[in-house]
């Protein structure tokens, strides 16, 4: 089962305090409303915070320090009446490295297409198997997404049960002809990160994004060089994966979520120059908006590296 130590603490006679799977933090933001009372969305922030802490999501037991780590930055664009608002929000995750300090970003993701009703005091109530609201209906979808990309960071598609309850979510809101959510309103929704992650032809990158971070980042600490050798085998199935798939939302997410973080993993002197550009070149068919970056990694003599430090983290999903 998941953890040894929470059956040892059973056998032996010790309590153990079982938390929800989010530790998540919110900050609502409202620079450009004026005709609305600023408390509304003080409330909106705590009502946010409690739904996603303070619900179980999955029929696993976390413990306090095994909770997964993210935030939801909402921003207020416009205020289409005192109780319906246009808005985006930013949603990043991230998870330990195995015998380090450093934490890794698993989902990082930009959503400008929502539209959500709500009053000061409306209690947030979301059911899986129908549309609820709006506001619920988005909050619930990113909470099983932010499960399933940790679920898929410790085991090979282990994150698909959760991807099926977003897609669920899904198609209860498309049902409904809510925008964003539908697979005609863009081929860049909620609709096609969900149909992209468990359409088999994406099965590559989901078996790198399990190595990247079990085979990659969690042994760097151990043997740096073997941990980069196999990050690079997984971007290249991800290549391939964009190259037959281009422009896909799956590919977006990924490249949006460890970009930034692959540059920094090759950019150090250590790195052989035929390993930089080989990242370099298989990153500009992955992130193409950033290939001068990576183009130049196989140019570049590089500095110390930061990924990871030497610390202690919490056993991760199915050890």
């Not at 056998?11 to 900050?27: D, I, Y």
């Not at 935030?71 to 985006?88: G, H, Y």
């Not at 309103?185 to 096609?192: A, I, K, L, Q, V």
């Amino acid at each position: 089962m998941k953890y040894i130590f929470s059956l040892l603490l059973v056998v032996f006679g010790f309590s153990q305090v079982v938390a929800q799977e989010l530790n998540c933090n919110v900050r609502v933001q409202h620079p450009q409303v004026q005709n609305v009372d600023p408390a509304v969305f003080k409330t909106l922030e705590t009502s946010i915070y409690e739904f996603m802490n303070q619900r179980t999501w999955t029929e696993d037991e976390f413990s306090e320090e095994e909770r997964i780590e993210c935030t939801f930055n909402l921003t207020i664009v416009e205020d289409l009446s005192p109780t319906r608002f246009k808005a985006e929000v930013i949603i990043q995750a991230s998870r330990p490295v195995y015998n380090s300090s450093y934490k890794t970003v698993i989902f990082e993701h930009k959503d400008k297409d929502w539209e959500f009703d709500y009053a000061q005091f409306e209690p947030l109530n979301f059911n899986r198997n129908s549309y609820s609201t709006e506001l619920t209906q988005l909050l619930a979808f990113y909470a099983y997404t932010i499960i399933a990309y940790d679920y898929d960071s410790y085991s090979f598609e282990g994150g698909t049960p959760y991807f099926n309850i977003a897609r669920e979510v899904v198609l209860n809101a498309a049902d409904g002809g809510k925008s964003g959510w539908g697979a005609f309103d863009s081929r860049r929704n909620r609709y096609w990160i969900i149909d992209n992650i468990l359409d088999p032809r994406f099965a590559p990158l989901r078996d790198c994004f399990y190595k990247y971070h079990i085979e990659g980042l969690d042994m760097m600490n151990e043997d740096a060089a073997k941990g980069r050798k196999n990050i690079l085998t997984g971007l290249e199935k991800v290549g391939q994966t964009s190259k037959s798939n281009p422009n896909s939302m799956a590919v977006t997410v990924f490249s949006n979520t460890k970009s930034d973080e692959i540059y920094e993993i090759f950019n150090f002197m250590q790195v052989p120059p035929a390993e930089k550009s080989k990242v370099g070149n298989t990153m500009v068919r992955v992130d193409p908006s950033n290939a001068q970056k990576f183009l130049s990694l196989g140019r570049s003599s590089g500095r110390s590296s930061t990924i990871p430090t030497k610390g202690t983290v919490p056993a991760g999903r199915g050890n």
